[in-house]
């Protein structure tokens, strides 16, 4: 499994992103993939996840980004992005995406918000993004 992210960049506080994850190799009829971002200093924080089981397909949000992040997906590109509004300058971060290891970690939403970020799943390199004031 391969991913790989794009699209970040430096805005003024207020603009906007969007974040492009490309995945290869990873096409599990039911799954889990995510963003998650990460500041100098500090812990991973996931910030939006995507979730199929059967044919319901689920997002989350961490709080700090509710009602401006937007996750979203073109399966036919396998391709996921992230896109990011109202930018303010504690969003400053290396963004990367992320794929669940659905035989290691199972499946669903709340499942996946609590074991994404454990090893054995799949993640990019990252892609910074930077927001002045």
């Known amino acids: 499994v391969h991913l790989g992210e794009s699209g970040g960049g430096s805005v003024q506080a207020g603009g906007s992103l969007r974040l492009t994850c490309e995945i290869s190799e990873y096409s599990p009829s039911d799954y889990c993939k995510a963003w998650f971002r990460q500041a100098p200093g500090e812990e991973r924080e996931v910030v939006a996840i995507?979730?199929?089981?059967?044919?319901?397909?689920?997002?989350r949000y961490a709080d700090s980004v509710k009602g401006r992040f937007t996750i979203s997906e073109d399966n036919a590109k396998n391709t996921l992005y992230l896109s990011l509004n109202n930018l303010k300058p504690a969003d400053s971060a290396k963004y990367y995406c992320?794929?669940?290891?659905?035989?290691?970690?199972?499946?669903?939403?709340?499942?996946?918000?609590?074991?994404?970020?454990?090893?054995?799943?799949?993640w990019g390199q990252g892609t910074q993004v930077t927001v002045s004031s």
């Open positions: 995507i979730s199929k089981v059967n044919n319901d397909i689920e997002t």
């Open positions: 992320a794929a669940q290891n659905v035989p290691l970690y199972g499946l669903g939403t709340g499942q996946c918000w609590n074991t994404i970020l454990l090893p054995g799943n799949y």
